[in-house]
């Protein structure tokens, strides 16, 4: 059974950034594509950031994600990566990362194969 489990968050000062990891396993083959969802406080909704394609390690982020978020993979420990710029209060949310079906530009769209439990962020000015 392939299990995320992520890891990294915590209380952080706005304006800093912070790097959130997600290990992957039980997966047979892999999964190609990969993504960050967050829920923000009192939205029942979890949004996607956005996404990357592992083999060619393209990315694709929502129109609000672009510019402060970086989403890669290390291939060799199989760990997919979030980094946020530039924090700001309006980051404060529960992080999860997922496997996806497939990844391409249309962020928002992309149907989940598995969640990971979530890691809180929390930005504090």
């Known amino acids: 059974q392939a299990q995320l489990i992520e890891s990294g968050g915590g209380s952080v000062q706005a304006g800093g950034s912070v790097r959130l990891s997600c290990v992957a396993s039980g997966y047979a083959s892999g999964r190609d594509s990969m993504g960050w969802f967050r829920q923000l406080p009192g939205k029942g909704r979890r949004e996607e950031i956005g996404?990357?394609?592992?083999?060619?390690?393209?990315?694709f982020f929502s129109d609000s994600a672009k510019g402060r978020f970086t989403i890669s993979h290390d291939n060799v420990k199989k760990v997919l990566y979030l980094q946020i710029d530039s924090l700001n209060a309006d980051d404060t949310a529960v992080y999860y990362c997922a496997g996806l079906y497939d990844c391409d530009s249309k962020v928002g769209t992309h149907s989940v194969t598995d969640w990971g439990q979530g890691t809180q962020v929390t930005v504090s000015s």
């Open positions: 996404c990357i394609y592992i083999p060619d390690k393209r990315t």
